[in-house]
Nanobody, 130 residues
Framework: QVQLVESGGDSVQAGGSLRLSCGAS????????MAWFRQAPGKEREGVAG????????YYADSVKGRFTISRDNAKNELLLQMSSLKPEDTAVYFC???????????????????????WGQGTQVTVSS
């Protein structure tokens, strides 16, 4: 099991930017699919952005498309999420997750399906005020 630790969460004003990082405990994560999810109080966990092991395939939730960018630095065993034009509705705990496989058949949207991920971090709080 890969250990994941998120960082970078903060409180910002609407329109601001944040960069989240997720560090992994071992380099084997470089062969994993990875993704960011978020969960707001009283709501279900939702997929934000996902990325393939080589970084060549990404997928974003419609709510963040054009504002968030997911990337990975496999040299550092790190997953990143650059968030800009933040809105109050982006307020949530953000989690990173990793999975060695998304199943036999998958599409780009599978990258942000939480049921396909096995390893999860503890989360980092992002609060956006208006």
């Amino acid at each position: 099991q890969v250990q994941l630790v998120e960082s970078g969460g903060d409180s910002v004003q609407a329109g601001g930017s944040l960069r989240l990082s997720c560090g992994a405990s071992e380099s084997s994560v470089n062969d994993y699919y990875m993704a960011w999810f978020r969960q707001a109080p009283g709501k279900e966990r939702e997929g934000v952005a996902g990325i393939s092991s080589d970084g060549g395939t990404t997928y974003y939730a419609d709510s963040v498309k054009g504002r968030f960018t997911i990337s990975r630095d496999n040299a550092k065993n790190e997953l990143l999420l650059q968030m800009s034009s933040l809105k109050p509705e982006d307020t949530a705990v953000y989690f990173c997750a990793a999975s060695a496989s998304l199943g036999l058949f998958w599409t780009r949207s599978t990258l942000i399906n939480p049921s396909r991920y096995n390893d999860w971090g503890q989360g980092t709080q992002v609060t956006v005020s208006s």
